[in-house]
């Protein structure tokens, strides 16, 4: 095999955005590429190593050995190492051998920029493109009304290895996913799928959360375009897809980008602000131009590549507060002496630009869990430039006040209440995620109380109010058939649960809430306005019944909802309502399909007796720990 030889895919525009952190498709440049030179079919490899004294490409095509092909280090101090190995070829496995100038240690790391990589435990990167012809043209035309903040918006989590496993418990590859799981997302109904962390991680028990190839899809799945492939099956569904993404913290493990050339090259120097006490891991220095370009291009990379249309973003917490599980001491005020991680916050307004301004039709989402002021509100007015953010507050409330036995809830309605005292403050998602049913906090189906009709009645309760409070959902995979075990990441989804009639009777739950959702105008139209959302009464605490207006852009799609959280049945129980016109009932959790006891009148006509301030009212029958729902 030849020398290397000198050649170079950047310009010296190129070096310049890089540097000013402005390069934001940094994927098209750094990394592998397959190319031609003078008539050499080869692969050219580019790599950010400022502090290396030297950088050789080692792979299958040297036996792995160090100096065999020697990169070039860029005469204009960008730190970039580059050149051209003919014969390099598609599918050849590669590491950078980087000498460090700070010590004498040849460490082996890869590609940050590889675009496919070994399947762990296995650690190399792999020479990778792929041609592949997207068909989802249609979907990403229609991406802008489907996507919408005023569009229906209902997400089924989803960790690739364990929503379902063949019989010798060994993984569903995306091709196989691509038919089982978008079929089964489109029978239920959700709108959009979020997959957790599908960028390639070393260790199983991170669940994905600690990456070490940030653009490569996980090889434990299949290829690169077999990935493709799933995003494309669920477009052609009509469902979107969103990728959980991590730029808070990254993995110390020998091969990634921790310490990459010997120095503090990818996490901030400052193990204040680079490490990372709860997860044990390192902490991007979003002060520094180059990384602020790796983690854009990063995002933009998989909106642009993959058709993702959008990013949950996780920890983002973490990366605003520099004492964030930090005890006094241990974290260092900012230039005005408080507690916010100013670098990350520009940073993050600098993404959400960014994507938003390259890509019609997409949304961030953030997991934020404080009470940070404007999240989800447009850069330009001073917000972080988020679509939406998870309500974390809703959601720790509503599973306090569920698991409570229901003769105690008349003491706690503010705290099932207290939610719409701040719900229009964020364009906010309800979420169910995995972080609830793991670590000992149980399954949804038992933090419910009572005996086992009382606790799907419970769950079947809890997802009808989810469903008609103001907002966006995320159901966590197994909670939209009752699983009853915590989620174990090991091992598939208790489907032969679903055999029995509690536990399909949630599933059809699901499949109606996610129709009634995007049929009705009034749940989705103004799901972040307060105009979309009245009281009837929040304050009935003896009965423990809540009811309440949903609204859209047209009154004649008004829905009024009732909510009883007692198992007793509540007859002739009076509710004001604005017009004299019939109701209809169009939802019932006590619905005998789902397993309930078939309580809830079908239509009713309103009287002239005023009530709770309205000039017409009717008198239901609530059914026990039900929700009815009437337009």
């Not at 993404?245 to 990818?266: Q, R």
Request: glycine residues 8%; proline residues 5%; hydrophobic residues 35%.
């Amino acid at each position: 095999m030849a020398n290397v030889l000198s050649h170079s895919l950047f310009t010296d525009f190129d070096i310049d955005l890089f540097k000013s952190g402005k390069h934001y498709r940094l994927f098209e440049k750094l990394g592998s590429h397959l190319v031609e030179v003078d008539g050499k079919k080869g692969t050219y490899f580019a790599v950010w190593a400022p502090s290396a004294k030297a950088v050789s490409v080692i792979g299958d095509f040297n036996y792995w050995t160090e100096g065999e092909h020697p990169l070039f280090v860029r005469w204009d101090e960008s730190g970039i190492w580059e050149g051209f190995i003919p014969g390099v070829k598609k599918g050849d496995k590669y590491k950078y051998k980087i000498h460090s100038h700070n010590n004498d240690i040849s460490t082996e790391k890869a590609d940050p920029f590889g675009r496919y990589c070994e399947q762990p435990p296995k650690t190399a990167s792999i020479v990778w493109e792929d041609d592949y012809s997207w068909k989802d043209a249609d979907w990403m035309k229609a991406r802008p009304e489907k996507n919408g903040l005023d569009s229906p918006y209902s997400v089924y989590e989803v960790h690739l290895g364990s929503w379902k496993r063949k019989d010798d418990n060994e993984f569903l590859s995306y091709k196989e996913l691509a038919n089982d799981l978008v079929a089964y997302v489109k029978e239920m109904g959700f709108t959009h799928v979020e997959f957790m962390p599908i960028m390639e991680y070393p260790f199983d028990p991170s669940w994905g959360y600690q990456l070490t190839g940030y653009f490569a899809p996980t090889s434990r799945f299949g290829e690169p375009a077999d990935f493709k492939l799933l995003v494309d099956a669920l477009h052609k569904a009509g469902i979107g897809v969103i990728l959980d993404w991590v730029p808070s913290h990254f993995p110390e493990d020998a091969h990634g980008l921790g310490f990459f050339d010997g120095s503090h090259l990818y996490e901030h120097p400052d193990r204040r602000k680079g490490y990372h006490p709860d997860w044990k891991s390192l902490i991007f220095n979003y002060g520094r131009n180059e990384i602020r370009a790796f983690l854009i291009s990063n995002a933009i990379f998989w909106l642009d590549q993959y058709h993702v249309d959008g990013l949950r973003v996780d920890a983002v917490a973490s990366m605003l507060y520099l004492d964030y599980s930090r005890e006094d001491g241990e974290w260092e005020p900012n230039m005005y002496g408080n507690n916010e991680y100013l670098e990350a916050m520009s940073f993050i307004r600098e993404l959400n630009e960014e994507v938003y301004k390259r890509f019609d039709g997409i949304q961030t989402i953030a997991e934020e869990s404080t009470a940070f002021t404007g999240v989800s509100k447009p850069v330009y007015l001073g917000g972080l430039g988020f679509g939406m953010k998870w309500m974390m507050g809703w959601m720790h409330d509503t599973l306090e006040y569920f698991k409570k036995e229901p003769v105690y809830r008349k003491h706690h309605q503010n705290d099932i209440t207290f939610s719409m005292t701040y719900a229009f403050t964020e364009n906010f998602m309800l979420p169910f995620s995995h972080d609830e049913v793991v670590y000992g906090k149980q399954s949804l189906i038992y933090r419910m109380p009572g005996d086992e009709w009382q606790r799907f009645a419970n769950l079947r309760l809890l997802f009808g109010y989810m469903f008609t409070h103001p907002g966006t959902n995320l159901i966590f995979m197994g909670g939209e058939f009752g699983q009853t075990s915590e989620w174990n990441f090991q091992q598939s989804l208790d489907w032969h649960l679903t055999q029995y009639d509690l536990h399909s009777g949630i599933q059809e739950l699901i499949k109606d809430l996610n129709a009634l959702y995007k049929n009705q105008p009034a749940l989705y139209e103004k799901q972040f306005s307060q105009e979309g959302f009245e009281w009837i009464d929040w304050g009935d605490a003896e009965n423990s019944v809540l009811t309440y207006t949903r609204k859209g852009h047209d009154d004649k799609n008004d829905l009024i909802i009732a909510c009883n959280m007692t198992p007793m049945v509540r007859e002739n129980y009076r509710v004001g309502v604005p017009k004299s016109k019939q109701l209809k009932l169009v939802f019932n959790s006590d619905d005998s399909k789902y397993g309930g006891s078939g309580t809830g009148k079908k239509t009713m006509k309103p009287s002239t007796k005023s009530w709770h301030g309205r000039k017409h009212s009717v008198e239901m029958n609530l059914p026990p720990l039900g929700v009815l729902v009437y337009k």
